[in-house]
């Protein structure tokens, strides 16, 4: 299934910081840190989604990138964790705290569900299971909205947090902030023990893992949990930052979204997942704004700005086809390459190459 | 009882579609081993490509329909060369990646293009009860979506035994490398599948709209359901889609009108899953080997 040149598990993503790494990591701690007290109330907003976002992206390249289980579900795990919000901080009128823990072991319960029959399917047939989880998922959570006569769908009102109320954007980006941080180390950490070298060996060549000694149905089913759980955390923190959970945010296109945000940021690469997770958050705000550039008035402009949406999903489709087709290390691996060719042109000292992991005993 | 039978009758024109798209579906994972996720939306292409020919070109509807099937099939067959082609041997995923991103832009500028606005489809058939035993009622452009999908799959047949790229096609499904050590073109018939993929994607598409009497963008997601029907049937088996869409269409029907409306993408996709977990190739498909 995976091929030599396509996008691989680094040692420099498998191996801790380097010095050099460890200062950039600094610098990026900070700035994520004092961003809001720059950015305006709507920029914040934007970072905590991308934040949230963050999360789900790293779940989903932990699956496919990494155990290349290839599944359509995020959005039905997103919903797990958005509905587990609603019914228990928004129905019962119990704590968030509560909701946000229940959402996670809610989520990594369905997953251990989906993940069962991903055992014996395998490729193409494992779309189609993701594809009919996603559907039955979005089904249930239909049905359960109009049964509860919630049309526009359930509000979800902030948590307080020793005593302060988390009411503003600000609250809620650092809320984002220090979740994605764990969810991110918790990975970097997972990738780096033996199960994360299982996880390459599986994706690999599942047969030959096997051979090798690795029981591969435990370690796809474990990747299955890991990510659906990660994906319900996702969803219960998208539930709090958009204050609202109905059936209408979890349709195809935002599975195909966190598919989108590894292939465009880098498989197989948790740095690319988080550039990635930007990328897909940022592109329709950005793509508003760069509408606002067109001259007014053109009959193009009139037909383009009547379609936002669909001016959007055009760029974002062809980004798919562009990334898929030119750069398979997407993002990371582009800059990658920049940080390298400059690198070299500056020292004697050639490329540093980053060595694929060989499938290990 | 009599409620029964008519919604059985129904499901034969629903089958009837779901079989034209779903074969579409096997001959791309014969030719390319992949999932197609821009397969539905040729049905849209195609009725909007009618329409268009018919009332901006003030076209007869005949010149308007070939005019229609042929740029569907040629676009199909620009899909395969152009993006998919120089993609063999990547890892399936970043294949079936590619064609969603494919279905993203199609759908995405069929909207812009076409105002995302419904179209009157300019049918030359008039919409007729045809009355059938048991007091049962199907329309004239019901049974004529039932009469082309016949007509359709005795052609494939034909096609598929009897005619020197077919049988070439079969034999490139079977095994590419030994195909064309014997003189099969790989690429050309690799492309005129897709092609022909593409156009029976398009028929259902025009007969499914001649039905509805609108062109609508959103039928892109009905093309989405026939894939359960192919898989059902056996994703490799064209004698399988047949038994696949009927089984799949029936459920979808019976569903809908007796338990919930809403209910569709789950009857469809439900359907496959249990098949799935009983026989993981679906009813005629071939296993699977593993080499290592």
Sequence with gaps: ????????????????????????????????????????????????????????????????????????????????????????????????????????????????????????????????????????????????????????????????????????????????????????????????????????????????????????SAYKLAAFVVSSALL??????????????????????????????????????LRGSVIGAA????????????LGHVPAGTPLFSRLDAHVFDVNAVIFGLLIILFVRLEPAGLIGLWDRLVRSVGSRGSAGGPRRSVAVQVES | MHDLLQTAESSLFLAAIYALVAVGFVILFRASHLFNFAHGEIMVVAGYLLWTSVTRFSQPFGVGLLLSLALCALFGAIIYLVLLSPLAGAPLFSVVILTLGVQIVVDALVRIIWGGTVKIFPTPSSYHPVRLPFDTVLSTTQLLAIGVAAAAFIALFLFFNFSRLGVHMRAAAE??????????????????AWGLAALLGAIAGIVYANNAHVVSADVGALGLRAFPAGVVGGIDSIVGVMPGAIVVAFVENFVTRYWDPAAKDVATFGTMLVVLMI??????GSKEIDRV
């Design chain 1, 232 to 269: 319900g955390l996702c969803g219960a923190l998208q539930a709090l930052n958009a204050g609202n959970v109905t059936v209408e945010n979890y349709d195809l296109l935002v599975a195909v979204n966190f598919i989108a945000m590894f292939i465009i940021g880098g498989t197989a690469s």
């Design chain 1, 279 to 290: 990328f897909v958050t940022l592109l329709p705000v950005a793509v508003r704004n760069l």
């Design chain 2, 279 to 284: 026989r993981p190739y679906g009813f005629f």
């Design chain 1, 1 to 216: 299934m995976h091929r030599s040149g396509a996008p691989t598990g680094t040692l420099a993503d498998r191996v801790g910081p380097r010095p050099l790494q460890a200062g950039a990591l600094a610098v990026i701690a900070i700035v994520a840190c004092v961003y809001p007290l720059l950015a305006g109330s709507y920029y914040t907003y934007l970072g905590g989604l991308t934040l949230t976002a963050v999360i789900g992206a790293v779940a989903m390249n932990l699956l496919t990138g990494y155990t290349g289980l290839i599944s359509f579900g995020a959005a039905a795990f997103l919903a797990v964790g958005g509905y587990a919000v609603a019914i228990i901080a928004t129905v019962w009128g119990l704590s968030f705290w509560l909701a946000l823990p229940v959402a996670v072991i809610a989520a990594a319960l369905v997953g251990l569900v989906v993940g069962v029959p991903s055992l014996r399917l395998r490729g193409l047939y494992m779309v189609l299971t993701t594809l009919a989880l996603h559907y039955i998922v979005i089904y249930l959570a239909d049905r359960y909205q109009r049964h509860e006569g919630k049309i526009g769908g359930f509000t979800i009102s902030p948590p307080s947090f020793l005593g302060h109320r988390l009411g503003s954007p600000t609250d809620r980006y650092y809320l984002s902030l220090a979740l994605a941080a764990l969810a991110v180390l918790y990975c970097a950490h997972l990738l780096r023990t033996r199960v994360g070298r299982a996880f390459i060996a599986v994706r690999d060549r599942d047969s030959a893992a096997a051979i090798l000694g690795i029981n591969v």
């Design chain 2, 175 to 192: 095994n590419p490398l030994l195909a064309s050590q014997s003189g099969v073109n790989i690429p050309l018939v690799f492309a005129v």
